[in-house]
């Protein structure tokens, strides 16, 4: 994990590498064992408006560079923990980069506080392991509407980014690239493993009535056939090129254009005292990772329910293992307004259309629950 501090003293400020045992790419950097009396002014200089940013540092030391205070930041999220501060990247460590964080808590302005903390470490590059390759991609059908919005391409190994451009393209009907259907964004979307990356489709080519749309139509064409390529020169964090390209064929069919409908939803109920799934059928498939985090289940006292969800049926099928066998009560599913279909269509508009303002809308995200009785 890089150079570590040379000493640490039970109950004296800590400053690490604060990674995941599975995905150390994923971790960030935290201080800990602060004092409460640290931690206290912590709080209030949060509340005064100021930056943890300021207090906890973490930045990028370029190759052949000189340590320097002019380092460039890495860019992320802080948590202020019972006993310290924790900095979360925006996008994982890179391996075979060196970091520098220090935590400098004298920008609290008490003459108490002069203790700075520095490290400086590196994600070892791994030298073994399997060449990537796409595991799904989705959505997962074969036959796709006209206005689809996005593809989600999912790996075996953690990515590198900057080859997204280049190594991955949608051929057309005639083998060629189709030109301006997708939409390259400034910055490559992925996730925080680097194993999924989001890809769109031109939004201003699916919205109806905007210049890219009026201009050049939609961006595939029903009764067409299309392929989408990831080519085989995109790498791992280990520099691995993909195993092989990876070829996704199928056929536009019409465009979807009216949002998500839960009365139109299909119910399936478990039997108490079993962990059977509670199911929930679709009429069209929706999107597969708002899926895994949009639709919660609550018990009749408001309590969450722990389980594991499962998305198939090429995303038309919906089910819920609960941690713990199912009894007797009242409880909600609980659907979030910003669900959407695989056309961006939400729960409570469609995609192209202006939301419906006023007591509609309240309406609308009123209804946001299914409620079902175990007996």
Same mark, same amino acid.
């Given at each position: 994990m890089g150079r570590p501090m040379t000493a640490w003293?039970?109950?004296?400020?800590?400053? /690490?590498?604060?990674?995941d045992s599975h995905e150390p790419a994923l971790g960030g950097v935290r201080v800990s064992s602060l004092d409460p009396n640290l931690m206290a002014h912590l709080a209030r200089y949060i509340q005064a408006g100021g930056l943890l940013q300021s207090i906890l540092r973490v930045a990028v030391i370029p190759t052949g560079a000189p340590i320097a205070d002019d380092l460039p930041d890495v860019f992320g999220h802080y948590q202020l923990l019972e006993d310290g501060v924790r900095f979360i990247p925006h996008f994982p460590f890179a391996r075979g980069v060196s970091y520098?964080?220090?935590?400098?808590? /004298?920008?609290?302005? /008490?003459?108490?506080?002069?203790?700075v903390l520095t490290l400086e470490f590196s994600l070892t590059a791994e030298q073994n392991g399997l060449a990537p390759e796409v595991k799904r991609v989705f959505p997962s059908s074969d036959c796709l509407p006209e206005n689809l919005l996005r593809f989600y391409v999912c790996f075996s190994n953690p990515m590198r980014r900057g080859r997204v451009e280049t190594e991955i393209s949608l051929?057309?009907?005639?083998?060629e690239p189709a030109p301006d259907v997708l939409y390259r964004t400034p910055v490559e979307l992925w996730g925080r493993s680097m194993q999924r990356l989001t890809i769109l489709l031109d939004p201003g080519r699916l919205k109806r009535g905007v210049g890219p749309n009026r201009e050049l139509?939609?961006?595939?064409?029903?009764?067409?056939?299309?392929?989408?390529?990831?080519?085989?020169?995109?790498?791992?964090?280990s520099g691995r090129p993909l195993r092989e390209t990876f070829y996704k064929r199928f056929r536009v069919t019409e465009a979807v254009r009216e949002h998500i409908a839960l009365e139109q939803w299909k119910m399936v109920t478990p039997e108490t005292k079993t962990r059977q799934p509670l199911v929930l059928n679709f009429p069209r498939p929706l999107d597969w990772v708002l899926?895994?985090?949009?639709?919660?289940?609550?018990?009749?006292?408001g309590q969450l329910l722990g389980g594991r969800i499962v998305v198939d049926q090429c995303e038309t099928r919906w089910s819920f293992i609960p941690s713990f066998p199912w009894a007797r009560g009242h409880y909600h599913i609980r659907v979030e307004s910003s669900l959407e279909d695989i056309c961006g269509n939400s729960v409570i508009a469609a995609f192209d259309r202006p939301l419906r303002p006023g007591n509609d809308l309240a309406y609308e995200a009123a209804k946001c629950s299914i409620s079902f009785q175990l007996a």
């Amino acid at each position: 994990m890089g150079r570590p501090m040379t000493a640490w003293v039970p109950d004296q400020p800590l400053l /690490r590498v604060d990674s995941d045992s599975h995905e150390p790419a994923l971790g960030g950097v935290r201080v800990s064992s602060l004092d409460p009396n640290l931690m206290a002014h912590l709080a209030r200089y949060i509340q005064a408006g100021g930056l943890l940013q300021s207090i906890l540092r973490v930045a990028v030391i370029p190759t052949g560079a000189p340590i320097a205070d002019d380092l460039p930041d890495v860019f992320g999220h802080y948590q202020l923990l019972e006993d310290g501060v924790r900095f979360i990247p925006h996008f994982p460590f890179a391996r075979g980069v060196s970091y520098r964080a220090s935590f400098d808590p /004298r920008r609290l302005g /008490r003459a108490e506080f002069s203790e700075v903390l520095t490290l400086e470490f590196s994600l070892t590059a791994e030298q073994n392991g399997l060449a990537p390759e796409v595991k799904r991609v989705f959505p997962s059908s074969d036959c796709l509407p006209e206005n689809l919005l996005r593809f989600y391409v999912c790996f075996s190994n953690p990515m590198r980014r900057g080859r997204v451009e280049t190594e991955i393209s949608l051929l057309g009907p005639d083998g060629e690239p189709a030109p301006d259907v997708l939409y390259r964004t400034p910055v490559e979307l992925w996730g925080r493993s680097m194993q999924r990356l989001t890809i769109l489709l031109d939004p201003g080519r699916l919205k109806r009535g905007v210049g890219p749309n009026r201009e050049l139509g939609p961006p595939l064409k029903v009764g067409q056939d299309y392929m989408l390529v990831i080519g085989s020169g995109i790498v791992d964090l280990s520099g691995r090129p993909l195993r092989e390209t990876f070829y996704k064929r199928f056929r536009v069919t019409e465009a979807v254009r009216e949002h998500i409908a839960l009365e139109q939803w299909k119910m399936v109920t478990p039997e108490t005292k079993t962990r059977q799934p509670l199911v929930l059928n679709f009429p069209r498939p929706l999107d597969w990772v708002l899926l895994s985090q949009m639709i919660t289940i609550v018990s009749a006292d408001g309590q969450l329910l722990g389980g594991r969800i499962v998305v198939d049926q090429c995303e038309t099928r919906w089910s819920f293992i609960p941690s713990f066998p199912w009894a007797r009560g009242h409880y909600h599913i609980r659907v979030e307004s910003s669900l959407e279909d695989i056309c961006g269509n939400s729960v409570i508009a469609a995609f192209d259309r202006p939301l419906r303002p006023g007591n509609d809308l309240a309406y609308e995200a009123a209804k946001c629950s299914i409620s079902f009785q175990l007996a």
